[in-house]
């Protein structure tokens, strides 16, 4: 019985990720990746999906995703981020100078997973965003924008006394989407396609040592696969 993860993403730059990226690296750890699921904004089967707004909907969308499939040898995470995460969230404790910490993190994740009590479900939140992980790697940036090294390099200088990628967050100004949109202008335009450009290009040994949480996010699934180390 094959292993197979479906991934609930935030949008369409985490949706790209995981088809473009994440799906042939777990297949090599003998885990089939499914067609990922864009976060629901309201409850209605037509309503446009993509950004993490609205809990109630998130929450009956899963709950349907969980019954629909019955599979024993399916496992079921969450993509999205913890900026913007709205308040009703389950265990949502409120950042601190705009920023969480990860044991803030990691208990609202524990949170999820009380209020879900699905045992294939392991939910999982992206500090700050997953634009951490793009600035995870300087160097593949300035390799597909040459012409914004200097701006780049300067944006390297100023996370340069961070702990990880992760902790990168300010507010609205200084979070990882605008410190990127202000080191390169229009980024914002298209930052599902730059961010699978910078990440296909990247070396993710660098990206998982500048993004620790994503880093044991992902050897989960790789420890799954192999070894099945989560329970059946």
């Known amino acids: 019985m094959s292993k197979r993860l479906l991934v609930y993403v935030e949008g369409q730059t985490e949706e790209l990720f995981v088809n473009r990226i994440l799906r042939s690296h ?3 750890h003998g885990v089939k990746v499914e067609r990922p699921i864009l976060a629901a904004t309201r409850r209605e089967a037509t ?3 993509g950004g993490f707004t609205n809990w109630d909907a998130v929450a009956f969308d899963l709950r349907r995703l969980f019954a629909d499939d019955p599979d024993p040898s399916l496992r079921f995470t969450t993509l999205l981020d913890v900026y913007a995460l709205p308040s009703v969230t389950p265990g949502y404790e409120a950042p601190a100078e705009h920023r969480r910490p990860p044991e803030m993190v990691a208990r609202m994740e524990d949170a999820w997973q009380s209020h ?7 939910p999982y939140l992206q500090r700050h965003e997953f634009e951490a992980l793009v600035l995870g790697d300087y160097e593949a940036l300035k390799a597909i924008f ?3 090294i200097e701006p780049i390099d300067a944006l390297a200088r ?6 990880s990628r992760e902790d990168v967050n300010g507010g609205p100004d200084t979070h990882p989407s ?5 080191a390169i202008p229009g980024y914002g ?4 396609d730059y961010g699978l450009f910078v990440l296909q290009h990247a070396d993710m040994g660098t990206v998982r040592a500048s993004c620790p949480r994503f880093d044991e996010w992902l050897r989960t699934w790789e420890e799954w696969g192999a070894d099945n180390t989560l329970p059946d």
């Open 158 to 163: 100023t996370t340069a006394g961070v702990p």
């Open 47 to 49: 309503a446009q999906r």
């Open 146 to 148: 040459p012409e914004r």
């Open 178 to 182: 605008a410190r990127l949109e202000a």
């Open 116 to 122: 879900f009590d699905e045992p294939r479900f392991r």
């Open 189 to 192: 335009l298209r930052k599902p």
């Open 26 to 28: 777990l297949a090599a």
